[in-house]
């Protein structure tokens, strides 16, 4: 009778395998089953860093057609920062603060160091690409934007992710479109925007969807509508275009993807590599 050993001489050729060798066979050992609405919900991420990246734009817009003031900009963004400060304390009951070790005093003081270095260097933001054409200066924008959606941290477990360099992106893209507008203090509001929208925004996101589900589902769906409000004011056609994107995301894309797990079909068996689960890490010393 045939054995799956290598020490001994059997009188079978080596490729050989006796009828028992498919009775190990297993399918879909590791698949995962994942349920529609929660699909859904795990997409508000995307959902969210799209339309961020949409109000980052239209606000740019507004800006460099006058129709938006810098100071009126720095007004709501100071107190939609204060609003959201609050918020992220009172979501966890300062928990978190607590665990970090993290105290107001320190935010504050971070926050004024950035406001001033920020606002000292904004003359040098609006006068930085100045040899460089203004055609240039779009495509390098929308480009180092879209780097900051590929990169952006959306919970996978992924080597791509990078959350460093997908702030930078973002930044640099701010910092482009910041230099075409009229005056240093448009420069220097729009930077300052772009890292609160950029950077303390999707913190907020991260509490609200670990603590409080309902909410983050409620400030998704209204930041969405804010978004298409906003897109709808300079092109109706933009604004449908990017709906149908936010549907297609949030709601096909779930569906095909349950869909697509029907079809998964990996086999495990006697002929996977052999995987060694003890610790070597003896041996390396």
């Not at 006796?18 to 399918?27: A, G, T």
């Not at 339309?51 to 100071?78: E, H, N």
């Not at 482009?176 to 609160?196: D, E, G, I, K, Y």
């Amino acid at each position: 009778r045939w054995q799956k050993v290598l020490y001994e001489r059997q009188p079978f050729p080596d490729n050989y395998v006796d009828q028992r060798f498919l009775e190990e066979l297993r399918k879909n050992v590791h698949a995962r089953q994942y349920r529609y609405w929660a699909v859904v919900f795990q997409s508000g991420a995307v959902v969210q860093q799209l339309c961020s990246v949409c109000v980052f734009v239209l606000t740019w817009w507004y800006m460099d057609a006058g129709m938006l003031s810098p100071q009126g900009l720095f007004g709501a963004a100071l107190l939609s920062s204060l609003l959201g400060y609050v918020l992220f304390d009172a979501v966890d009951g300062g928990a978190g603060r607590w665990e970090s070790g993290r105290t107001r005093w320190a935010d504050l003081k971070s926050t004024l160091v950035f406001t001033a270095f920020t606002y000292g260097f904004s003359p040098v933001l609006k006068t930085l690409t100045e040899s460089i054409s203004t055609d240039t200066i779009y495509a390098m924008s929308a480009l180092m934007l879209l780097g900051h959606l590929i990169f952006f941290d959306y919970g996978a477990n992924a080597a791509i992710v990078s959350s460093t360099l997908s702030l930078n992106m973002a930044i640099f893209a701010s910092v482009c479109l910041a230099s075409r507008l009229p005056r240093a203090l448009h420069a220097f509001v729009m930077v300052t925007f772009a890292m609160q929208i950029f950077a303390l925004w999707p913190m907020l996101q991260k509490k609200l969807k670990a603590r409080t589900p309902r909410c983050y589902v409620g400030v998704t769906v209204l930041f969405a509508l804010v978004a298409l409000a906003g897109l709808a004011t300079i092109s109706s056609v933009g604004a449908v275009l990017f709906a149908s994107l936010l549907l297609t995301i949030s709601c096909l894309c779930p569906y095909c993807l349950i869909r697509l797990q029907l079809l998964k079909d990996n086999i495990h068996g006697p002929w996977d590599e052999a995987e060694i689960k003890e610790d070597l890490s003896r041996f390396l010393m």
